[in-house]
């Protein structure tokens, strides 16, 4: 279900963004919805990346490699 919300910006810069919707065929509400949905994402992303790291923590690679090394396929 979608809600309406109210959001107060610079004249200039709402025209200026309802052009560049319009060039990328696109509307700015979309563009909005877009952008919500990454910037809620973002938060869980981090997370995820969180624990990436940390299951990855028992890697050591006790030394450092040649360039031939890290260049070998």
């Not at 919300?5 to 004249?11: F, G, H, K, Q, R």
């Not at 025209?15 to 060039?23: I, S, V």
């Not at 509400?29 to 990346?49: C, D, H, I, P, S």
Request: net charge positive; aromatic share 8%; hydrophobic share 35%.
């Amino acid at each position: 279900m979608l809600k309406n919300i109210t959001l107060s910006a610079d004249e200039e810069l709402i025209r200026k963004a309802r052009e560049k919707a319009q060039r990328e065929h696109t509307t700015l509400n979309e563009t909005f919805r877009g952008w919500l949905r990454q910037y809620v994402k973002a938060e869980a992303r981090a997370r995820e990346f969180d624990a990436l790291m940390h299951s990855l923590n028992y890697v050591r690679p006790g030394r450092k490699f040649s360039r031939e090394e890290m260049n070998e396929r």
